[in-house]
């Protein structure tokens, strides 16, 4: 019993593999095996899992197994939808913290949730952050909007020690031709440019409609009603897609200073950080579009998700 507690805690307190310990004793590593076995049948190790009670880890499965995603992460919520903001930035910082690797190239996205995520980050790997858009003008969004993909990108690169590309540009321009100037500008260029080296993305999901979306509140009611009569449902980072999760251009592709729907299916991980009220539509069509990889919500959106 003696060995078999030494080799319990071996394996399951300092991490090491069953081929170093069967080298350290002297035994087979089949040996190592049943001793391990002994260990959990006898109760000198106790397994139990724990998650914290935010999250709802039979629903996050059921999410992940509906839509195949690599993941899905649901939280409990609030009824308070700024809260349930916040509970979904928390729960996705401690995902990055759990995944972002050294030399990742990690991207943010403008969102009310992605902003949370920012505020939220406690620590991170040596990284490179880049801001996937220009910045939403104070008239649409209040105060702080403007500032909150600039500074999630610089709290990133602050905690992690990497270099950031903040977009000091508004997301949508009045014409084709400033858009055009202003990705010549070096600061704004050294940003886009990194569009195509990132790893790691993480967005927000808009639908259509005021409350939602950072793209509808920036249109006059024509080109609004166009886009609606056009198919739009949802957005991401001013990407708009119709409700099968299809694409739909417009002439606001050349206004916007933003990653495209292109570059974000080649990032081998899409993070998107969505919820609360009057979301599900939205969230469902952009899963359709296959563009993501990981998904945070809250309890409430995943079960009409589910259905």
């Known amino acids: 019993m003696v060995l078999v507690s030494t080799v319990a805690r071996r394996f399951y307190l300092d991490g090491r593999s069953k081929v170093e310990i069967a080298e350290e004793f002297g035994v087979s ?22 998650v914290p009670a935010r999250i709802d880890p039979d629903l996050s499965d059921r999410l992940r197994a509906a839509f195949g995603l690599e993941r899905a992460i649901v939280v409990d919520g609030s009824e308070d939808p700024a809260e349930t903001h916040r509970q979904l930035g928390a729960v996705a910082a401690d995902l990055l913290a759990e995944i972002v690797e050294d030399d990742d190239v990690l991207g943010f996205a403008w969102g009310r949730t992605v902003n949370a995520v920012g505020a939220e980050l406690t620590r991170l790997a040596h ?67 990194r569009f195509d080296r990132l790893t790691k993305a993480v967005v927000s999901i808009g639908g259509w409609d005021e409350q939602s979306s950072t793209v509808y509140s920036c249109l006059d009611p024509g080109p609004r009603e ?34 495209t729907d292109a570059q974000l299916a080649r990032v081998p991980d899409v993070i998107a950080v969505a919820g609360g009220p009057g979301k599900t539509e939205a969230i469902g069509v952009v899963l359709r579009s296959g563009l993501i990889s990981t998904l945070v919500t809250d309890a409430d959106t995943a079960q009409e998700l589910l259905g």
Do not use: W
Request: charged share 25%.
């Open 226 to 259: 166009e886009l609606r009569e056009r198919g739009v449902r949802a957005e991401i980072s001013a990407q708009l897609f119709d409700s099968e999760g299809t694409r739909v251009h417009s002439e606001l592709d050349e206004r916007v200073l933003a990653i």
């Open 29 to 50: 590593r089949f040996k190592v095996a049943r001793a391990l076995d002994t260990a959990r049948e006898s109760g000198i190790v106790r397994i139990s899992i724990r």
């Open 127 to 193: 990284c490179t952050t880049v801001q996937l858009g220009g910045v939403v003008s104070h008239r649409t969004y209040g105060e702080d909007a403007s500032e909150g993909s600039v500074e999630s990108v610089r709290r990133a690169a602050q905690l992690s020690g990497g270099s950031a590309y903040p977009i000091y540009a508004p997301l949508i321009l009045p014409d084709a031709t400033t858009a055009r100037a202003l990705r010549s500008d070096p600061g704004i260029a050294g940003a886009l440019a």
